[in-house]
Every structure is written in structure tokens, then in C-alpha cells.
């Protein structure tokens, strides 16, 4: 007890001073929860203060925020070649830096991260892993990590689960990332092998070899895309799989739009009380963020500087309007190519100014992602059609067309939205348009055959990894193949 | 032997056998009311282990010869900060953060003035004593819970008795840092003993040996329920209390001042040591804090817990 109070202490204070943490001491913390919770069954008061927040006080947040964005701009200017021109260009005072001085600041895109990665790696760090974003939604970026920053995530991410109940020693967690996301797989094994899980990194195999996978395999966590876990809870059904068939207790979905329709089935299929949606993106790790039960995105302000800004001015914007999210992640949780003001272009709708009423009412939040800016479609200066809003509609007709594919796109004011034939089978295209409209769509439809579906909208679950061997037949649920 | 006391030695013996009667049951019973009824908060990570035995054991060690160097307005300072410490601790959440501070204040202010003041008759010794009693046994009561519900469990309290008898002999026989503790600590304020004055003498037990006898009895009923907390409350009742007020029957313990100095922890210790080895064979693995919370043997009110917030967590891409 006497030494987990120290190694609290050391974790506290380096927080609060913005040295680096040390990773070893963060990995014994692990241990220490690991006993906390195998003795007390569950952790003491204020664990979440251990993980450095949520602040309460708006003051103390914005106070807490300039350190970290002066700390962070200090360091950048001295390491990192792109921003010590641009911090320069600027005329920033670096020791003067507050959030609203930040708007003289341009945001990073990832044009530049791709047109200039080289110059985003800090000279004072030795280089480890790269990973590279997927490429579904443009040209891939690679992102450069420490070891310092491997260790330490997993370490921040271990000892958030275990004190979390998301990650027990009996457990065994199946991951289907695509396995070129080398920085989220890495990590996933790291804090499972920190929190003594057992870890099946699977990549996107068949939907049957990873059903076969949590069937046999005693799983009691997935991790996995929303597209993946559409053709996971499909292929169940097709195999006539229930609930009393998986020991899941939890599934975690990121990076793609989750619809309601996929998560209640999916918590139907595979029998878990509710699927984690967590917001994460490879050029801002380790800021992320969580859906509450009122379905707002609460971001974790602890490591990172999040930022709504209006699509349109760039300035901060407004409640209730549609809004970019703009991600600096602080020194030192992010130190070997870090981005400063990085435009995720995911776009949230700011809150109306409501006061939050949910179990993270204490972190600011924002709607959930509603899909890409470049996605947005415009019917009018006051009228735009999210991403989201099509995703949640396709995916709620009776046909289940789950993962949705679809091309959308504006011809005379309306939208013409084009479907494989299987999305509207059974149903008829007048159904559907009445179906589209009843969720505020006014929709014109052209259909095109099946075959033509990947080509209409990729998604993370087209990332598939093919097998040389393959199982003959399921190994579960086999009877069931209709 | 008697004949060099004022009064006899049987009696003398049997004074002090009623004061640590006294005193160990009324440690043990309230501090196993307490573990039954009250849930200390603790900290967000962290339980009580082997290593804190060792931490606990060098401070033992090491705290008598920083009070036989340290000035008497020292002490009293140090020994102000550890009981105000471990009765806001333990009885904050009971009475809550207003009252507790005013009882500090009370009781210790109390302490201080009678030491000052009072110490010129038996009856003033007698006041000193029971209000001191008050403070000591509090405390004692409160540091066992805190340990207890900390995670210490019955096999950490067994091996710190061992430890601790085998400094008790060293400190009481060998090198007389008891003795001079004692002769310096008696009457000063705070004084981290339970005791009462009869005519001449004083009798009294240390705050330390009471603390192991609250220790020893609610981490076997932590462990392993009643049955388990009778047997060690026995157990303290024949070798806590009436072994060591009447050992001088039996054996010379007279130190240099001519007072009588019991190393209670080497009647206690090893027979609290048999009596856990008993214990584990007769009832197996200690129950953790989690399963005595959800056993019939936890009376205490459920504290609410926190609701997990975002935090760091592995990126997916």
C-alpha cells in the first residue's frame, strides 16, 4: 500500500509537472490495481482522478489546458521542424500561449501530414513503430511512434481498463483490426499482456473463422470496426448463433459510424448488454473519447486539447452547429511526431448549450460523429445530410442491409442515393423512399446490382485478410447453414 | 520479591491483569464493530502487503530512539499529527468532518491542559488517564481498521506478531528503549498508552500491543468468521492479557527504575502465530475484503462507487 502510494504520487506529479511519465512505474500501477481488484473487488473512490481526470471546474480546465498547450508548443518549436516554421510564421510567444491565441495558429491537415511526414518527427526522439491510417477514407498517413509512447499508452490504457472492469485477467480479448493498424494492435496486445488478458489478435478474417473464433475460443471481449461487427452479427444469424453461444461481456466498436439498428442487433446476436463505441483516430492517439447513454461523444481531456470549430470560419463553433473536431494531443503523451491543431475533419454537432444530465456530465461533450466534412451533403445553406443520417437509415430498413453501402450525392436539390438490390429486397423502392423520408430524407433511389455494393462505399471490413487454409465448415452453428 | 513494592506484587499483578482485561476487550470488541458496521475509504489503488509489514516494522523500530533523542515539545507535536490523523481517518465518515476536528480538538486540548495541570493527585493522574484512555483505545481501533480493511490480512498479522515479539524482547530486555520511553512518556502529554493509576503506581499497556490484539482479532474474523474471531479473542485473553499482567508472578521483570516491564508481544505474538497456522489448515484461503463485504458477516453500509469516467485507452485506427 505504502509503495502504490508512491508510484501514485510519482504518476501525479509527473502529470501535473508535463515530464515524461515513467512507463515502468505506470506498469507496476497495473499490477497494483490488478491486486486492488482481486482483493477489494472493485477500485477505491476517486480512481478516475488517478487517470488525471475529469476536471470539474471549467477554470481549472481551461488553466489546465494552457499548460498543456504551452508545454506542447514549447516543445514543438524547439523539436519539430514543421512546427517551429510555423509557430514562427505566426509570431507565437510560445510561454504566452492560450486558447484563444491558438486561432492565429492554422490547423494541421492531413495533406500535410502525407506531403511532409518527415518533418513532423522530432529531433529529439528515436523513431520505433510506424503505423499508417487505413486508407478508407483517403490516402493513407503514416505516423511515426516511440517506444516511450508505445509503452506508455499501453500502460495509461491497461490501467484505465483494469480499474474500468474493461479488462479482467481472465478475459480474452479477440481483436478484428485490420492488422496493417500495426500502433492499435501493438497497443492491444501490450495492455492486455499489462492486465494479464489474453489477447487474439485475429485481423479481418472471415466473419465465419472469427465466429468460430468466439464461439471455441472462450472470448469474452471483441474489438472490432462497426462494418466488421455488421457482417459478424449477419453471418451469426445465418448460422442460426445465439447468445448462449459466445461468452462475450463486452464489444468495442471504433472508427466507423455505429447505427443503432447494428447495435441492438448486435447486442441481441452476440448477448452483451450494450457495444462501446469509442472515438480514436491514429494521427491524435492517445486523445479519445466515449459515447455516454444519452449517445454524447465525451472526450478525454486529460491528454489533449479538443476543439470545435465551425466548418465554415474556422472559428469556434456555436451551439447546436455542425462543428470539425480539431485534436491537439499534449507533451508528454504524445512526443515522437506529434500533431498541433489537427483537423480530424470528423464532424460533431456542438450541444445547444443544454446542461448535461448523463453519467459523464462532468467532461464536455458533443453529438456523437456524424461522418467526414467531405461527406456532408448540402441541399441548402441551412440544410446539410450527415453521413450519419444515411448510415442510421439505411441500416433501419427491414432488410438489414448491414454494413451499409451507398453512394450519396446532390443532383437538383435533392438527394439521389444509390443502393445494391439487396438493400431494398422484398421491400420495394416506393417502402423505402417512405422509409427514407419518415427519417427526414427525401431521397431518390437508383438501385444497382449486388455485386457492384463494395464498390459504392468502402468500409474498414473490406480490409480482409485472406487464409491459405480455411476451415472445411463452421465449427459451430454448422447445422444451422441454411 | 514483594516485599520491595509498596504494594504486593499479587496484587500489583492482578491491577494490571484487570487494566489489559480492560483494555484488549474493549479495543477488540469496538474494533470489530467498527470493521462490522463502518467501510473505510481508501485509496484508489493499493492493498496492504508483505513489503508495508516491513516499512511498518523499521518505523517501530527506529521511532523509540528518535523519541528518546527528540525534544518533549517534539514528541508531543509528532504524536498531536498521528492521533489527529488516524481519528480523522477512522471517524469522519462516522460522525463526519465538523464533529471529528472538535472531538480532536477536545480530547487532545483535554490531554495537554491535565498534563500541565492535574498530575499533583491521584484523582487528577486518574483523569489524565481515562481520557487518555479515550484517545489510545480510538486510535488503536481506528489504525486496525484502517490496516485490516487495507487488505492486511491474518497470514501479514501473524509474521508481524513474530516480528514484532522478538523487537519487544530486544527493546524491553536487551537495550531498555522501552524503559526510558516509558519513564519519559509517562505523564507527558499523549502518552501512547492505555492505563490507570492506583495508589503510587501506574498500570498500563502500549497503544502498539493493543493495536496487534485489535489486529489479530478482526483479521481472523475477516478471514475466517466467527468461529475464528472467538478462538483469537480467547486466545488474546489468556496470552495478551492475563500472561503478561501475571508473568512477574512467575519471572523477575524488574527494570532499572525499578518498574515491572512486560514484553506482552512475546507471550502474544507466538501464540497468535500457532493459533493463524491452526486457522488456515481448519478453515483454508483467508477470504478477501470483496467476500467479506458480500458475506452475512458484513454488516456495513455499502459505499457508493464512482461511476467510470473516459480515460486513456488504446487507439483503434
Redesign the interface.
Known amino acids: 500500500m505504502f509503495e502504490t502510494g508512491i508510484r501514485q504520487l510519482r504518476m501525479a506529479v509527473s502529470m501535473v509537472s508535463g515530464r515524461r511519465l515513467n512507463t515502468g512505474n505506470l506498469g507496476r500501477l497495473v499490477d497494483d490495481a490488478l491486486v486492488t481488484i482481486a482483493e477489494f473487488g472493485e477500485p477505491g473512490a476517486d480512481a478516475q482522478q488517478l487517470l488525471g481526470g475529469p476536471i470539474d471546474d471549467p477554470e481549472e480546465r481551461l488553466e489546465f489546458a494552457r499548460r498543456g498547450l504551452r508545454r506542447t508548443a514549447r516543445r514543438l518549436e524547439a523539436h519539430s521542424p514543421f512546427y517551429a516554421r510555423r509557430l514562427a510564421a505566426t509570431d507565437t510567444t510560445t510561454s504566452e500561449l492560450d486558447i484563444t491565441g491558438l486561432q492565429a495558429i492554422p490547423v494541421t491537415t492531413k495533406r500535410d501530414l502525407i506531403e511532409r511526414p518527415g518533418d513532423f518527427r522530432c529531433a529529439d526522439v528515436a523513431v520505433h513503430l510506424t503505423t499508417r491510417t487505413t486508407g478508407t477514407t483517403g490516402t493513407p498517413a503514416e505516423i511515426w511512434l516511440s517506444r516511450y509512447e508505445m509503452e506508455l499508452w499501453s500502460a495509461l490504457g491497461a490501467l484505465a481498463g483494469v480499474i474500468r472492469d474493461e479488462l479482467r485477467p481472465n478475459d480474452i480479448m479477440q481483436v478484428n483490426m485490420s492488422s496493417r493498424a500495426t500502433a492499435a494492435t501493438h497497443l492491444a496486445a501490450a495492455s492486455c499482456r499489462l492486465a494479464r488478458t489474453g489477447c487474439r489478435l485475429l485481423g479481418v478474417v472471415s466473419p465465419d473463422e472469427a465466429l468460430d473464433s468466439l464461439c471455441s475460443g472462450g472470448s469474452t471481449i471483441l474489438s472490432t470496426y462497426p462494418s466488421y461487427l455488421a457482417e459478424l452479427v449477419t453471418a451469426a444469424r445465418r448460422r442460426g448463433l445465439g447468445p448462449g453461444d459466445f461468452e462475450l461481456r463486452r464489444v468495442t466498436v471504433g472508427g466507423e459510424v455505429l447505427s443503432p439498428s447494428l447495435a441492438r442487433a448486435a447486442c441481441q446476436a452476440l448477448g452483451v448488454p450494450q457495444i462501446d463505441d469509442i472515438f480514436s483516430m491514429t494521427e491524435v492517439i492517445p486523445v479519445s473519447g466515449r459515447i455516454c447513454s444519452q449517445a454524447h461523444l465525451h472526450y478525454d481531456l486529460s491528454t489533449g486539447l479538443v476543439e470545435l470549430l465551425d466548418l465554415e470560419t474556422g472559428e469556434p463553433a456555436a451551439p447546436g452547429a455542425l462543428a470539425t473536431v480539431v485534436i491537439t494531443p499534449y507533451f508528454p503523451y504524445r512526443d515522437c511526431m506529434p500533431v498541433f491543431r489537427y483537423d480530424t475533419r470528423d464532424v460533431v454537432r456542438c450541444l445547444a448549450g443544454e446542461t448535461l444530465s448523463c453519467e459523464m456530465a462532468n467532461t464536455p461533450a458533443a453529438s456523437q460523429i456524424l461522418g467526414k466534412a467531405d461527406s456532408l451533403l448540402r441541399l441548402g445553406p441551412a440544410d446539410v445530410i450527415t453521413p450519419r443520417q444515411l448510415t442510421d437509415a439505411i441500416e433501419a430498413l427491414p432488410t438489414e442491409p448491414w454494413p451499409a453501402r451507398y453512394r450519396a450525392a446532390v443532383h437538383g436539390g435533392r438527394i439521389r442515393l444509390t443502393l445494391p438490390a439487396a438493400a431494398i429486397s422484398d421491400y420495394g423502392e416506393t417502402a423505402a423512399r417512405q422509409h427514407f423520408a419518415e427519417a427526414g430524407l427525401d431521397v431518390d433511389l437508383a438501385i444497382v446490382s449486388d455485386d457492384q455494393a463494395e464498390s459504392l462505399r468502402h468500409t474498414r471490413s473490406d480490409l480482409r485478410e485472406p487464409a491459405f487454409a480455411r476451415p472445411q465448415a463452421p465449427l459451430v452453428g454448422a447445422g444451422h447453414v441454411e | 520479591m514483594s516485599s520491595e513494592f509498596a504494594i504486593p506484587l499479587l496484587q500489583q499483578s492482578f491491577i494490571e491483569f484487570g487494566v489489559t482485561l480492560t483494555a484488549s476487550v474493549t479495543v477488540a470488541t469496538g474494533a470489530l464493530y467498527y470493521l462490522r458496521r463502518v467501510r473505510m475509504?481508501?485509496?484508489?489503488?493499493?492493498?496492504?502487503?508483505g513489503?508495508?509489514i516491513v516499512?511498518v516494522m523499521v518505523l517501530i523500530i527506529t521511532l523509540p530512539f528518535l523519541y528518546a533523542v527528540m525534544p518533549s515539545w517534539l514528541i508531543t507535536c509528532f504524536l498531536v499529527a498521528t492521533f489527529a490523523a488516524s481519528l480523522s481517518i477512522g471517524y469522519r465518515q462516522v460522525v463526519g468532518s465538523g464533529p471529528v476536528w472538535l472531538g480532536i480538538g477536545v480530547l487532545v486540548g483535554a490531554n495537554i491542559w491535565e498534563s500541565h495541570t492535574m498530575m499533583g493527585s491521584v484523582a487528577g493522574w486518574q483523569l489524565w488517564w481515562a481520557e487518555l484512555d479515550v484517545l489510545v483505545l480510538l486510535g488503536a481501533i481506528a489504525v486496525a481498521n484502517l490496516y485490516v480493511q487495507?487488505?492486511m490480512r491474518l497470514q501479514h498479522v501473524a509474521w508481524f506478531g513474530l516480528a514484532l515479539a522478538v523487537y519487544d524482547l530486544a527493546a524491553s530486555l536487551g537495550i531498555n528503549v522501552t524503559a526510558v520511553l516509558v519513564e519519559k512518556f509517562i505523564g507527558a502529554p499523549l502518552d501512547p498508552t492505555f492505563g490507570m493509576r492506583f495508589n503510587v503506581n501506574n498500570y498500563g499497556i502500549g497503544i502498539g500491543d493493543l493495536l496487534f490484539y485489535a489486529l489479530f482479532v478482526t483479521a481472523s474474523y475477516k478471514a475466517f468468521g466467527w468461529a475464528a474471531a472467538r478462538l483469537a479473542f480467547v486466545v488474546m485473553l489468556v496470552f495478551g492479557a492475563a500472561a503478561p499482567a501475571l508473568a512477574p508472578l512467575a519471572f523477575t521483570l524488574i527494570d532499572f527504575r525499578n518498574d515491572i516491564l512486560i514484553p506482552s508481544q512475546v507471550f502474544f505474538a507466538p501464540a497468535a502465530f500457532l493459533c493463524y497456522l491452526w486457522m488456515k489448515r481448519r478453515y483454508g484461503r483467508e477470504r478477501?475484503?470483496?467476500e467479506f463485504?458480500?458475506s452475512a458477516d458484513s454488516g456495513a453500509i455499502q459505499?457508493p462507487?464512482?461511476?467510470?469516467?473516459?480515460?486513456?485507452?488504446?487507439?483503434?485506427?
Open positions: 475509504e481508501r485509496p484508489p489503488i493499493g492493498t496492504f502487503n513489503r508495508d516499512i487495507g487488505g478477501t475484503m470483496a463485504w458480500a459505499a462507487v464512482p461511476q467510470p469516467e473516459p480515460a486513456p485507452e488504446p487507439a483503434s485506427a
